[in-house]
């Protein structure tokens, strides 16, 4: 079974600051897809960035990039010139590429990482 | 034009009660999931639905029963419910495109008293 596992509980950044999450998974699999939730306070799920397990490139969105290393499973989140708006808690996940079984659709999550942003 | 939307937002009910919380989406989606959300905010995938067929069911009490009754719609349906089911309640849907993201309602939060 694959896990995800966001070892920082809280994290902080001064507005306009350079931040970046952590992340780590365990899979067998070759093949996925990562993922970056937002969770405001509002409770609505929000994808920030998703990146294909195959492609070598790494993902980006504006102020959102993403540093996958496939070898060592690891997806951290930089958010750029940070914003008031970006304090959130923030959810990594994973997905199989896998079209059929039980595991199919499921997005697994790491714990969460409360992202606090000051003026 | 709430592309999921689930009701109620909020749900306070006592012990023992029999509750539903509804989920609709309106993205032409084919996949539709449940997600819970416990109070140290760790999200889980509870079901999920495939053109209304029952594709994951992960390890949840009999107490708990989704229901599909069109692709659009997915239901979940709580009986006796207990004090450690407060939580919130995430409806997700997608499409069975393995590229496809999810997108997630707003969530209904359960208190049991």
């Known amino acids: 079974a694959q896990t995800v596992t966001q070892s920082q509980p809280e994290m902080s950044v001064q507005e306009a600051e350079t931040v970046t999450l952590s992340c780590t998974y365990d899979?067998?699999?070759?093949?996925?897809?990562l993922f970056w939730y937002k969770q405001p306070p509002s409770r609505q799920m929000i994808l920030v960035i998703r990146?294909?397990?195959?492609?070598?490139q790494n993902a980006t969105e504006n102020r959102f990039s993403v540093n996958f290393q496939k070898a060592a499973k690891s997806f951290s989140l930089k958010i750029s010139d940070s914003q008031l708006g970006d304090a959130a808690m923030y959810f990594c996940?994973?997905?199989?590429?896998?079209?059929?079984?039980?595991?199919?659709?499921?997005?697994?999550f790491g714990q969460g990482t409360i992202l606090t942003v000051h003026p | 034009d709430t592309a999921v939307s689930q009701t109620p937002k909020y749900l306070v009910t006592q012990m023992g009660n029999d509750k539903s919380i509804k989920c609709e989406q309106n993205?032409?989606?084919?996949?539709m999931y449940w997600y819970k959300q416990d109070s140290k905010k760790f999200l889980k995938i509870m079901f999920s639905?495939?053109?209304?067929?029952?594709?994951i069911n992960e390890t949840v009490p009999n107490r708990f029963s989704p229901k599909s009754p069109d692709k659009a719609h997915l239901n979940l349906h709580i009986n006796s419910l207990e004090l450690g089911d407060s939580a919130v309640y995430f409806c997700?849907?997608?499409?069975?495109?393995?590229?496809?993201?999810?997108?997630f309602g707003q969530g209904t939060r359960l208190t049991v008293v």
């Open positions: 997700a849907s997608s499409t069975s495109s393995t590229r496809s993201e999810a997108f």
């Open positions: 899979t067998s699999e070759s093949d996925y897809y």
């Open positions: 990146q294909e397990a195959y492609k070598q």
């Open positions: 996940a994973y997905r199989t590429s896998f079209a059929g079984g039980t595991s199919y659709g499921k997005l697994t």
């Open positions: 993205l032409g989606h084919d996949t």
């Open positions: 639905y495939n053109n209304k067929e029952l594709i």
